[in-house]
């Protein structure tokens, strides 16, 4: 897809997308040579403990997961178990788009206060458009990961009436607040971005020096 997009003197753009995502696309997927299954009784087992183990069995990887992140602990020692090769090791032979593309990222960026306000008018125009419906009708299919994800998991709690409607959309708000505050805190650590401020700007403005910047 890419090189037809280049072959019409295109430049080709990823818009949006969380900073997991984007990373991924970057720098590349990691592919285990296995298929892994969770094997790890780890229920008994508390966060400290666990972080030990990865820490014995792959120093390296200990050092980029957070001591309490017991998923992402139990996929390395999964990984270590069943491979016999460190996580931190396979890690290093992914390949992403890095590597065939000259890569511009560009974020966009406005105050704070007005990024909030406008998660705020996001999520009253997601439940106009039917969120609610739209988990009733699939969230018996839905899985445990994708149950969790911010807006299905308040909308669920209000559908089993543990919260009212509003509470819902509060917490929906919030949460996404402090997903922002996380995926600007991820961004900014990368120090490739070239920022442009978008406020009080129109989007012809913003694509021109969008433009300057390649």
């Given at each position: ?31 285990p040579p296995v298929i ?116 299905y998991k308040e909308v ?59």
């Open positions: 897809m890419t090189e037809q997009i280049q072959q019409r003197n295109k430049i080709p753009l990823v818009v949006g997308g969380s900073a997991l995502y984007i990373y991924s696309l970057i720098k590349g997927i990691f592919n892994l299954k969770p094997q790890l009784k780890t229920k008994e087992e508390n966060d400290d403990v666990l972080y030990q183990k990865l820490v014995e069995a792959d120093p390296s990887a200990a050092a980029k997961i957070h001591p309490h992140n017991k998923r992402r602990i139990e996929r390395a020692l999964e990984v270590y178990q069943q491979t016999g090769i460190r996580f931190s090791q396979l890690k290093q032979q992914r390949k992403g788009i890095e590597e065939k593309y000259k890569i511009i990222k560009i974020g966009l960026i406005c105050r704070r206060p007005l990024l909030y306000q406008r998660v705020e008018q996001r999520v009253e125009e997601m439940f106009k458009q039917g969120l609610v419906e739209e988990v009733s009708q699939i969230r018996n299919r839905l899985g445990k990961t994708a149950s969790q994800a911010l807006g669920i709690n209000y559908l089993n009436g543990e919260i009212s409607l509003a509470e819902a959309k509060d917490l929906i708000k919030k949460n996404t607040r402090h997903f922002v505050k996380r995926q600007l805190t991820w961004f900014r650590k990368d120090k490739e971005i070239k920022w442009i401020e978008i406020e009080g700007k129109s989007s012809q403005e913003i694509v021109k020096q969008m433009n300057n910047e390649q």
